[in-house]
């Protein structure tokens, strides 16, 4: 009797094991802890953009890379009503004042000018050689959004859910006025343009692909049927730009995400729904061939395939909201609202983490000498 029980233990001890083998071959991804030790990821500078004190408004505005005559410059508007200018070192080159604060993204619409906007809805074509200001314009409300490039023009929306199209030296082309919607939040999702079609999402739910000539709406289609939230915790609202998946099933799809909510493959003809993911995105995903790497505001980096939305494999690296990914040197970068900073492979393994100030609610963006990354605290960070 004795020796049975003790084989029954050694069989269920061996079973046990190999459960535990097979489970470590099929999840090879292990979770990191937030607050684990910094490894694989060197901070080359960090320059406190508008030299806030304590207590002030928090950040959200975004920097642009500029390739002007033969090298990289950083610019970024902010909360002391200037565009500042630095070098890749992290030196500042010189400040443009603005005539207010700005939350602004930003666009480089050549080698030498970017695009930004203040919070009072002025919109500014900056020299970042000179400090000129070109021109100006005045939008329907504030531009939160980076403006994205269409030929030598540009797109740009607002916050009344309003899109334009201007032209480099400040002229208006068309202007699409989208359904106004009711709560907002402190970002909102740049347009995607694929083609002659501009895609945009707005705050009400509404996806909207429009003619990038003419301004013309091809198709409106509303993913937020039911919203009931009177809380920022419960709202959904795109903070995400749409992206372009052509592999998918063949024909190709628009992937956009609502925060808090889910995330959407829709049709190109039509917008209609091909299928739904329950991911929620604050930044856009990675297209990468048939593979698409998506960061979530629950703390997970996922790929998924980008042929039938499947998930391919997924890691969850905390338990804060993650901004990103960007590819640099074959790694995906992302970053959370609790100032954390990860390096990724593209198999799923983390190679770097690094722990900074503040939170991280805007992309990171790749450069050549490395990523940049702005914090909600007016810090500027230079990574590799």
Request: net charge neutral; glycine share 10%; hydrophobic share 45%.
């Amino acid at each position: 009797m004795g020796s049975m029980r003790m084989s029954n233990v050694l069989s269920l001890g061996s079973a046990l094991l190999a459960l535990l083998l097979a489970s470590c071959a099929t999840a090879p991804h292990p979770r990191l802890a937030s607050n684990g030790p910094d490894f694989g990821i060197d901070k080359a500078w960090e320059v406190n953009v508008d030299q806030r004190a304590p207590a002030s408004p928090l950040a959200f505005s975004a920097p642009v890379i500029v390739h002007a005559q033969g090298r990289d410059l950083i610019a970024i508007a902010a909360r002391d009503a200037y565009v500042h200018v630095y070098s890749m070192r992290g030196s500042e080159l010189r400040r443009i004042p603005l005539a207010s604060a700005s939350d602004s993204g930003m666009v480089a619409i050549d080698d030498r000018h970017v695009v930004t906007g203040d919070e009072d809805g002025r919109l500014y074509c900056i020299d970042v050689l000179t400090g000129k200001i070109n021109w100006k314009q005045t939008l329907s409300s504030l531009a939160m959004a980076d403006p994205v490039m269409v030929g030598s023009d540009f797109i740009v929306s607002t916050g009344d859910n309003r899109i334009y199209r201007f032209s480099a030296k400040g002229e208006k082309r068309w202007s699409y006025a989208g359904i106004p919607g009711g709560l907002g939040m402190y970002m909102a999702p740049s347009p995607l343009v694929e083609g002659n079609t501009v895609v945009a999402l707005f705050n009400n739910g509404d996806v909207a692909a429009i003619k990038a000539d003419t301004g013309d709406l091809i198709w409106r289609q509303q993913l937020l049927l039911d919203d009931n939230a009177v809380v920022l915790s419960e709202l959904k609202v795109p903070l995400a730009a749409a992206v372009d998946v052509p592999a998918y099933e063949g024909t190709g799809a628009y992937l956009v995400s609502l925060y808090q909510g889910n995330s959407y493959f829709l049709a190109k003809q039509d917008g209609s729904r091909l299928q739904s993911r329950n991911i929620s995105m604050k930044s856009p995903p990675v297209v990468a061939g048939k593979v698409i790497y998506a960061a979530d505001s629950h703390g997970a980096l996922r790929a998924l395939d980008a042929v039938n939305g499947g998930t391919l494999w997924k890691v969850v690296l905390t338990k804060g909201e993650l901004v990103g990914p960007v590819l640099w040197h074959g790694a995906l970068w992302v970053a959370d609202n609790k100032g954390a900073v990860y390096r990724v492979d593209t198999q799923g393994h983390v190679i770097g983490h690094l722990r900074l100030m503040g939170s991280f609610d805007r992309a990171p963006i790749a450069g050549a000498q490395g990523v940049i990354l702005r914090n909600d605290l007016g810090a500027l960070y230079l990574l590799h």
